[in-house]
């Protein structure tokens, strides 16, 4: 079946670092990838997503690209805030399905 | 995309009662789904919601616990039937864009449930 596998947190940065958040992938065929957040208190908000390898989706300074050959999504900033302090969830969703698998989630503190 | 919004935002229960959620979008859509997240977890697909039919329940997860509704293409219910402090999680409820499969899922901000 389907699988994903993210790094574990908590992680903790300083204002202004860079940020990288791993995420592969086990599943057949092609699957659509997604990164989504929820802050404290919030549901899940869709961060960007890609549906076929190579493809890079980007949202408020977020990256990830689609790598087919190391079946990876691993999302990225450039220059973290405060106000990105969240958990980040990795999904992916198989071909031909409907249904979401989610990874186990990773908790992002970002401190002043 | 569309706007989910869900009732109660949280409740505090007592332990044999049961609750019902509600989720109501401001469009017609497809494919609604029911998710439970427990305290520091990730989220676990309860079960479709399919309009005119009964739910689809994913492994582990029985209608006799999780009765829902699904009476047109904007509305569904989740009720969480003679709770113990073990359903103490938040409840979410998501729909699919339209477009076919693999698409995003949006999500509502969650039902936070405590049982006592």
């Known amino acids: 079946g389907n699988s994903v596998t993210q790094m574990e947190g908590p992680v903790t940065l300083s204002e202004e670092a860079f940020l990288t958040i791993n995420c592969t992938y086990t599943a057949t065929g092609y699957p659509s990838l997604f990164w989504y957040v929820q802050y404290p208190g919030e549901g899940l908000q869709l961060l960007l997503k890609a549906t076929k390898a190579d493809d890079k989706g980007s949202n408020k300074g977020f990256e990830a690209t689609y790598r087919k050959e190391t079946t990876s999504f691993h999302l990225e900033k450039g220059s973290v805030q405060v106000s990105d302090s969240a958990v980040y969830f990795c999904a992916l969703s198989g071909a031909g399905s409907y249904q979401l698998t989610f990874g186990k989630g990773t908790k992002l503190s970002v401190i002043p | 995309s569309a706007v989910i919004s869900q009732k109660p935002s949280r409740d505090i229960c007592q332990r044999g009662t049961s609750l019902t959620i509600q989720c109501q979008v401001d469009?017609?859509?497809?494919?609604m789904f029911w998710y439970r997240q427990q305290p520091g977890q990730s989220l676990t697909l309860i079960a479709t919601?399919?309009?005119?039919?009964?739910?689809?329940?994913e492994s582990g997860f029985v209608i006799d616990k999780f009765p829902i509704s699904r009476p047109n293409l904007t509305f569904s219910t989740l009720t969480v039937s003679n709770m113990s402090p073990e359903d103490s999680s938040i409840y979410l409820c998501?729909?699919?864009?339209?477009?076919?499969?693999?698409?995003?899922?949006?999500f509502g901000d969650g039902t936070r449930l405590s049982i006592l």
């Open positions: 998501s729909v699919s864009e339209e477009g076919g499969s693999g698409q995003p899922q949006h």
């Open positions: 469009s017609q859509v497809t494919m």
């Open positions: 919601a399919n309009q005119g039919s009964e739910a689809t329940y």
